[in-house]
């Protein structure tokens, strides 16, 4: 099994900053990474898929990158709305797993 | 549009059953996507159970196979999840979801149920 670690695990930023995100994979999941933002009481939204396309309907200021074991979610210029819980996620050999998340807050 | 919606009993006993049900509306269940349950504890993070396609095909996530069914009703456009031996360790809400690969399961999960709590207590 592919174990995804997030860091950092809490991120305290202020709305208009930057915010980056890692997640690393114990192995190799070439580009097949996803990521999703997930608020208080409601389920998880698609952010990013194929670790660098962004899902329907997600705004320009997210980003992804990375490939092989190291992943990066970028939010170029955060919106009050942004701050919430992202996790990452594969899926390799019939088996998903997700990151333990990182919980981005308000500084 | 796409919607998701889980239903089943809120409360289960301990080696009881946890059985849960998600009917989707706005798509065909048979459209050529996988669907999943992914749960999640209080407090805690994301868990994949398992996925089935329209055939009944499945793939179950490794460390609940043993406890774990997923079937496919295509008459109700619906699918469910049916949890054996639970105890309090299975105490999560519960999420169906949509892949939105075609054919081919891309593990990436387009379209949630809003969520359904279940307690497993005496």
């Known amino acids: 099994e592919i174990v995804l670690t997030q860091s950092p695990a809490t991120l305290s930023l202020s709305p208009g900053e930057r915010a980056t995100l890692s997640c690393r994979a114990s192995?190799?999941?070439?580009?097949?990474l996803a990521w999703y933002q997930q608020k208080p009481g409601q389920a998880p939204r698609l952010l990013m898929y194929?670790?660098?396309n962004r899902a329907t309907g997600i705004p320009a200021r997210f980003s992804g990158s990375g490939s092989g074991t190291d992943f990066t979610l970028t939010i170029s210029s955060l919106e009050p709305e942004d701050f919430a819980v992202y996790y990452c996620?594969?899926?390799?050999?019939?088996?998903?797993?997700f990151g333990q998340g990182t919980r981005l807050e308000i500084k | 549009q796409v919607q998701l919606q889980e239903s089943g009993p809120g409360l289960v006993k301990p080696s009881g059953t946890l059985s849960l049900t998600c009917a989707v509306s706005?798509?065909?269940?048979?459209?050529?996507?996988?669907w999943s349950w992914v749960r999640q504890p209080p407090g805690k993070g994301l868990e994949w159970i398992g996925e089935?396609?329209?055939?009944?095909?499945?793939n179950y996530n490794a460390s609940l196979k043993s406890r774990v069914t997923i079937s496919v009703d295509k008459s109700r456009n619906q699918f469910s999840l049916r949890l054996t031996s639970v105890t309090a360790a299975d105490t999560a809400v519960y999420y169906c979801?949509?892949?939105?690969?075609?054919?081919?399961?891309?593990?990436?999960?387009?379209?949630w149920g809003q969520g359904t709590q279940v307690t497993v207590s005496s």
């Open positions: 194929d670790a660098s």
């Open positions: 979801a949509r892949d939105l690969g075609q054919w081919l399961a891309r593990g990436y999960f387009d379209y």
């Open positions: 996620q594969q899926r390799s050999n019939w088996m998903i797993t």
């Open positions: 089935i396609y329209q055939t009944g095909a499945t």
């Open positions: 192995q190799s999941v070439n580009s097949y």
């Open positions: 706005g798509v065909s269940i048979s459209s050529g996507n996988w």
